[in-house]
């Protein structure tokens, strides 16, 4: 079993506990995973990346469109994440949304920074005409809480959940929005406003609580 | 309030949770929420809706690659991390050390001169010395049953801890571990917790300030307010 220890003006501290079977980090809640990735501890953090790295990796994905690009967003936001574990605060939401989060704004950071060219693969997508909600809330699971968003977005018109995802995944701004699908400002917001509301009203009418 | 700036909030407030805003509206908003705080409920609310997005896209594994590379990144080269410490700090420690940043160091002595560098370092001394100080750990004895148990109370900083165990035997049916924290010699209920395959790993409910020990007994299904057993596992703090 390894150990380690570091004697500094003569303190000394043993670090045997880092050290050991990284299954007792398997046991640990995120919030402590998070505490302890504040304090440096790289294993801790390993394990929180093995937990969300899967739904991180599939957000930039759908964000970026390609892989290296995916790759590099979340490369950047778990590298900002381990510098900024100890700012989280969990009274602010969970750790996964915390985490998502991150990956969401530097995404948008990133695609707001892109050429045009990716913006006009998106506009011919935008210009198609629809019919169906997106391949991406197609699939219908049960018993987890993607499933049940994703059952959420199936419940919307078509034209909303477009909106929504031209907001949050491709990063435009609602002005963007409606110029892109020749829509008024109004009804642009009007169809986030609706979509967000359906949502919500999709958990509530559940008893299904929307994580924090 | 002002019904104008409510307007314009309630006209903002989706696109804002979705981050649908061009800087200057942001600006706006985050400055109109600066002056109403009483509004960020009801914006905490939109975001996490809006957040349920994330975890609509199709999934896929991430390249095994990336994890590797990341971990590397911050200093933990695959998942059998070294020494734990912040990665940052231990790179500039690293860089001043290494040859690069020995040829480094020397050119900015030659500029800053000695004092600087000993007060910079004797600086970084200190906020390590902090950071470890706050991963103090307090070794748990077993006693019983649990002679072979290994394991810790490792506190997080701000009264925070967890409890972590090794080669610990699963509860009896019926029966739960529970930890204590004592003040004074009194126990105070501070959650029960389960042994997987000989692990155990909990969150201490509680705060380690004050306390002078923490001890685990066995205890039935659900947990006590008193101890109806010894302590099967002492770290005194």
């Known amino acids: 079993m390894a150990t380690a220890m570091i004697r500094m003006d003569g303190v000394t501290v043993e670090f045997n506990v880092m050290e050991r079977n990284r299954n007792r980090y398997l046991l640990l809640a995120d919030e402590d995973l998070m505490s302890l990735a504040g304090s440096g501890d790289s294993k801790a953090f390993a394990v929180l990346y093995d937990r969300h790295g899967r739904p991180a990796y599939s957000l930039a994905y759908r964000m970026m469109g390609e892989r290296q690009a995916a790759e590099d967003l979340v490369q950047e936001a778990f590298l900002y994440i381990w510098r900024g574990a100890g700012s989280y605060r969990a009274e602010r939401g969970s750790v996964r949304t915390w985490m998502l989060s991150i990956v969401h704004n530097r995404g948008i950071d990133q695609l707001r920074s892109i050429s045009s060219r990716r913006r006009m693969q998106d506009k011919v997508e935008a210009a198609a005409p629809i019919s169906q909600p997106s391949e991406a809330f197609a699939e219908t699971w049960r018993n987890s809480q993607r499933d049940q968003v994703r059952q959420a977005l199936s419940h919307l018109p078509p034209e909303q959940v477009k909106v929504l995802e031209l907001a949050y995944f491709s990063g435009y701004t609602h002005a963007e929005i409606a110029k892109l699908l020749s829509l008024p400002l109004g009804t642009v917001k009007g169809r986030m406003r609706l979509g967000l509301k359906k949502i919500r009203e999709y958990f509530d009418s559940r008893g299904m609580e929307v994580p924090g | ?237």
């Open chain 2, 1 to 237: 309030m002002n019904e104008q700036w409510r307007r314009r909030f309630d006209d903002l407030k989706d696109a804002y949770s979705l981050g649908a805003l061009d800087d200057d509206e942001r600006r706006e908003f985050d400055g109109y929420l600066a002056e109403h705080p009483e509004l960020q409920a009801e914006v905490d609310e939109l975001n996490s809706v809006a957040n349920l997005l994330a975890l609509a896209p199709p999934e896929y594994d991430p390249p095994p690659e990336l994890r590797r590379n990341l971990l590397q990144r911050i200093g933990g080269a695959e998942e059998d991390a070294a020494l734990p410490g912040r990665a940052p700090r231990r790179a500039g420690l690293r860089r001043l050390f290494g040859p690069a940043g020995l040829a480094a160091a020397a050119a900015i002595l030659a500029v800053v001169g000695l004092f600087i560098w000993n007060a910079s370092l004797r600086e970084e001394n200190e906020d390590l010395r902090g950071e470890i100080e706050t991963r103090q750990a307090y070794e748990l004895h077993g006693s019983g049953q649990a002679e072979d148990v290994q394991g810790e109370v490792v506190e997080l900083g701000r009264g925070r801890a967890i409890l972590m165990a090794e080669n610990l035997p699963p509860a009896p049916d019926g029966k739960v571990y529970e930890a204590w924290l004592i003040h004074d010699g009194v126990p105070e209920p501070a959650g029960t917790f389960h042994s997987q395959d000989g692990q155990a790993a909990t969150r201490i409910e509680g705060s380690l300030e004050g306390a002078d020990a923490v001890a685990v007994t066995v205890e039935p299904s659900g947990g006590s307010s008193m101890p109806t057993s010894e302590p099967l596992l002492t770290a005194s703090l």
